[in-house]
């Protein structure tokens, strides 16, 4: 029996079939990126327009590569205020000549949770400029159904702080955040090894992103590899619909017309 066939996911007009979005940063080298990439079997992978050298990536010729890959998804990551996500998120507009943007507004450098005040004015100015916004934010079903009411096209919680590894903390609040979304609904941040994005998708969500679980990997491109197995497999698995729990054990083996049991009589 074959596999199944991968479902499609959209995010705005983008469609795509990989459901693992991958980050760029913190490689070993360029080469290694590359190759990890292609093991992930990723589609959308991500750039720090803030931390990123681009007329030098441009001479490296890196960002060529990327872009005749893959759909990029520029982010805002080290933006602190609405101010300066707007800015950085026009300039990749300019630079890459792409309107898909991943909102970041970090509250502070200890933490790297989400300013919620401040990512709720940025998406709504974002939105209303014509950006396709996929907004990284806490596990609050609250503020998720808000960010998807302003028009967000995806809305991305954090399953832990960012770079932790910890895992999805609250996996509850991911299947209330589930009931809530019409968009699609992606696990960004704190995912550490491959059973972190297999769980992600058990729970609902329709795609993992994350780029240290990777590059910080003993060996990134094998990681690659796994991430790309554990995120088809928690897709399958949600698909085909798990058992529900018990308290109390249940034979697997039915027990009707066994010797002995009335019903043989």
Do not use: H
Request: aromatic share 6%; hydrophobic share 45%.
């Amino acid at each position: 029996m074959s596999d199944p066939k991968p479902s499609t996911w959209k995010v705005g007009p983008y469609e795509f079939t990989s459901r693992l979005l991958v980050g760029t940063a913190r490689y070993a080298n360029y080469q290694v990126m590359l190759d990890a990439l292609e093991a992930s079997g990723t589609e959308l992978v991500t750039v720090g327009i803030r931390r990123l050298d681009i007329e030098a990536s441009r001479e490296a010729g890196i960002l060529e590569i990327l872009t005749e890959r893959y759909t990029l998804l520029p982010n805002t990551a080290g933006c602190y205020t609405a101010r300066d996500a707007v800015l950085t998120a026009q300039l990749a507009r300019e630079a890459l000549e792409t309107d898909l943007i991943k909102l970041e507004v970090i509250a502070d450098d200890q933490t790297l949770l989400p300013d919620s005040e401040e990512l709720l004015k940025a998406a709504r100015t974002l939105v209303a400029d014509g950006f396709v916004v996929m907004a990284y934010t806490n596990d609050d079903p609250v503020l998720a159904r808000k960010l998807q009411d302003i028009g967000c096209a995806a809305v991305m919680p954090l399953g832990s702080p960012i770079g932790s590894g910890m895992g999805i903390r609250n996996p509850y609040n991911f299947q209330i955040i589930r009931e809530f979304m019409e968009v699609p609904m992606l696990v960004d941040a704190g995912i550490g090894t491959a059973s972190d994005a297999a769980l992600a998708m058990e729970l609902g969500c329709d795609g993992v992103l994350l780029n240290t679980a990777i590059s910080g990997a003993e060996k990134p491109v094998v990681m690659a590899r796994a991430f790309r197995d554990a995120v088809r497999a928690g897709r399958w698995a949600r698909e085909a619909g798990r058992i529900p729990r018990r308290f109390y054990a249940q034979a697997s083996t039915p027990l009707e017309g066994a010797v002995g049991s009335e019903s043989s009589s």
